[in-house]
């Protein structure tokens, strides 16, 4: 009989920023369940990567003058060098710019749209660059920020394909009915109350830029690029060589498709309307965690509280780290991040409770029976306890299967307790002088049977340290001791126990430096200076508005012709529509951004930014104070 199969995916991370302590969280519980899985024998593939398309990418690459492609080349290896530090055990890394996910991705765009689930229509609406995502007009705040991130959205009218999401609504509302397609519970209600709102047939091209997947040459249509949502969802598929080589995609359907909360709805309604329209089988779980914060704050480089995972692995030890963020938060809850609750699990629950449980056994053993450990006698005095000890880890094996990493962490540590306490309660060093030998040889024993056997479980979490605890206890963790001591419930043979240097030492001080807040304000605005070089490659000119219309429809919108000394003057459209009327605008000068990249606002071209000042009481344009020359700059 072959293995039973399993695929573990984290999301591909946007190249636009450098790795942090969110992406090291999805990746590291990604990496647990793989090691998980492949330690219960499970043929097991486990994917990471880069998402690198996208106008969010190229806006990024060009403001640091670099190409797209470059910029990603580097961005991508960081993630790729980080992992690889942190022992992720990933079998591969995609790259959205691979040539196989390309061709992957145009040919399941033409099975879709084979299907009748393409068509081509128009898009007018709202984007928001930094989420990648298009929004209707009531979904906006204040009408025109983003509801995730409160950005500012772009208008964008463009001729676009579109993908028949309104059809699988029902079809989705069928696969929400197993229980555990979405996780946790809570989460999958959200989902479950959006799609019941109704859904909209999704745009899922592009035309105003170009970094992105072609569409398939057969569509002869050459001046769309692919919506980076579809390009990216389907790296899930295409690392497995969908649409190339496909022999990997005997792993598909994914076990397990962990994403954060802020992109649960691209996976848990998109994701899976596409793979219907493919014709193939839905993730078993798509799994949902929260957000890390600090100090309660979301995290972000301007205010200076990014927590940088290399930093914390190195300072406090990588599998101290990795059982902290699995320990700390509930499973689809945010978390808080602070050394002070760190040093307090590696000084409680890994110091205090499981290196002391070694460090015991190894110091009874060596006074009671020379280092000699004998599980011969551990039924007949200990049944009780053994008993028990499974049950705990049996819930903790529940657990860790619903991705409730903080619960199977718990039960495990139950099972610790277990042992400790049976130390306290037995006291073997009385037995010993009551010439109760056996007996407190056994509850030696049975200790160290425990210690195994969480160690096993523990493995996926902690890989290195439960392996030196193993080596003391004379085994190697492997599918053989899993399905010896965990299926099995075997008891260790009997063995001499080594001596292993202290594995978890007391932490006494925070050992990373927290900038305090104003240190924070002074870095921010050093890291935000620019050089004069910088300064001029904006190009600042004066010229003359010698047309201005309103836009129709538009509350905001005026339309100007401006003359910079070309000739032909500059369409510029601009949100001043609320303090200006067209007519006080004609034959009056203005500062403009020549070099602006033209942008669609509205379905209508604009040809460079004019620049004004605003506050409370209103907006001022800014114009040089004496008539000037079309065309004269200025810096
Ligand atoms: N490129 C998309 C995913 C495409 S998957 C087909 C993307 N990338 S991302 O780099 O912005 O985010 C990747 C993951 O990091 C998301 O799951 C996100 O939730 C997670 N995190 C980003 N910041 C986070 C925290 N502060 N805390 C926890 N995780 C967060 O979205």
């Known amino acids: 009989m072959s293995p039973q199969k399993a695929y573990v995916t984290t999301p591909i991370y946007y190249v636009n920023d ?17 090691r998980y899985y492949r330690l219960k024998g499970y043929d097991t593939f486990f994917l990471t990567g880069t998402d690198e398309h996208g106008q969010k990418i190229e806006e990024a690459a060009k403001v640091r003058n670099r190409t797209p492609q470059e910029y990603a080349n580097e961005i991508s290896g960081k993630f790729k060098s980080l992992w690889d530090e942190f022992d992720i055990s990933y079998d591969k890394f995609i790259r959205t710019t691979d040539t196989e996910h390309k061709q992957g991705v145009q040919k399941a765009f033409e099975k879709m749209f084979d299907n009748g689930d393409i068509y081509k229509g128009e898009y007018e609406g709202h984007y928001c660059v930094s989420c990648e995502t298009f929004f209707t007009d009531t979904q906006l705040i204040d009408e025109n920020l983003c509801p995730d991130c409160g950005k500012e959205t772009r208008v964008v009218k463009e001729e676009s394909y579109f993908f028949r999401l309104s059809d ?29 709102q109704g859904l909209r047939d999704l745009s899922i091209t592009r035309t105003s830029f170009d970094w992105g997947i072609k569409l398939p040459p057969k569509m002869d249509d050459e001046k769309h690029v692919m919506y980076v949502w579809l390009d990216a969802l389907l790296n899930y598929i295409t690392a497995l060589g969908y649409g190339t080589d496909e022999k990997n995609m005997k792993y598909w359907p994914a076990t397990v498709q962990l994403v954060g909360k802020d992109i649960l709805r691209f996976h848990a309604i998109y994701w899976p309307a596409f793979l219907m329209s493919l014709g193939l089988p839905l993730p078993k779980h798509v799994a949902a965690h929260g957000w890390w914060t600090r100090n309660g ?34 499973f689809g809850q945010d978390g808080d991040f602070s050394q002070k609750a760190l040093i307090d699990r590696i000084n409680s629950d890994l110091s205090n409770e499981l290196g002391n449980l070694l460090n015991r056994i190894i110091g009874m053993s060596s006074k009671y029976s020379n280092f000699q450990v004998s599980s011969k006698d551990v039924l007949a005095y200990h049944e009780k306890e053994l008993l028990t000890a499974m049950e705990h880890l049996k819930i903790a094996e529940i657990n860790l299967n619903e991705l409730q990493t903080n619960r199977f962490l718990e039960e495990l540590w139950k099972t610790l307790t277990i042992a400790n306490q049976s130390i306290t309660i037995y006291e073997p060093w009385v037995k010993i002088k009551n010439n109760e030998k056996d007996f407190a040889l056994a509850t030696v024993a049975m200790v160290a049977n425990i210690l195994a056997k969480v160690s096993v479980l523990l493995h996926p979490v902690m890989p290195k340290t439960t392996s030196k605890i193993a080596k003391a206890l004379n085994f190697d963790i492997n599918n053989d001791s899993y399905v010896k001591f965990i299926e099995n419930n075997d008891l ?16 006494e001080n925070e050992l990373l430096v927290t900038p305090n ?10 890291d935000s200076l620019i050089t004069i070089d910088k300064f001029f490659q904006t190009k600042l000119k004066i010229g003359t508005i010698i047309e201005a219309k309103e836009v129709p429809k538009s509350k905001k919108l005026l339309k100007l012709q401006v003359d910079l000394g070309d000739d032909k003057p500059r369409q510029i459209v601009a949100g001043i529509k609320e303090y200006y009327t067209p007519e006080s605008l004609l034959n009056t000068q203005i500062c403009v951004v020549s070099n602006l990249k033209p942008a669609k606002i509205m379905g209508l071209l604009s040809e460079g930014m004019l620049l004004a000042a605003k506050d409370e009481n209103g907006l001022s344009l800014i114009r040089p104070e004496n008539k000037k020359q079309n065309g004269s700059s200025v810096g």
């Open 517 to 526: 807040p104003s240190e924070k304000i002074v870095k921010t605005e050093e």
């Open 297 to 330: 704050e979301k995290m972000s480089k301007s205010k200076g509280n990014v927590v940088n995972p290399k930093e914390v692995a190195d300072a406090y030890g990588l599998e101290n780290f990795r059982y902290f963020l699995l320990r700390e938060v509930p």
């Open 492 to 507: 260790l043979n009997d063995f001499v126990i080594q001596k292993v240097p202290p594995l978890f030492p007391k932490i």
């Open 168 to 196: 699988y609504q029902e079809k989705l509302l069928n696969w929400y009915e197993d229980e555990k397609c979405v996780l946790p519970k809570g989460k999958k209600n959200e989902v479950i109350s959006f799609v019941k």
């Open 18 to 34: 450098v790795p942090h302590i969110g992406h090291a969280y999805t990746t590291i519980i990604a990496d647990t369940m793989a």
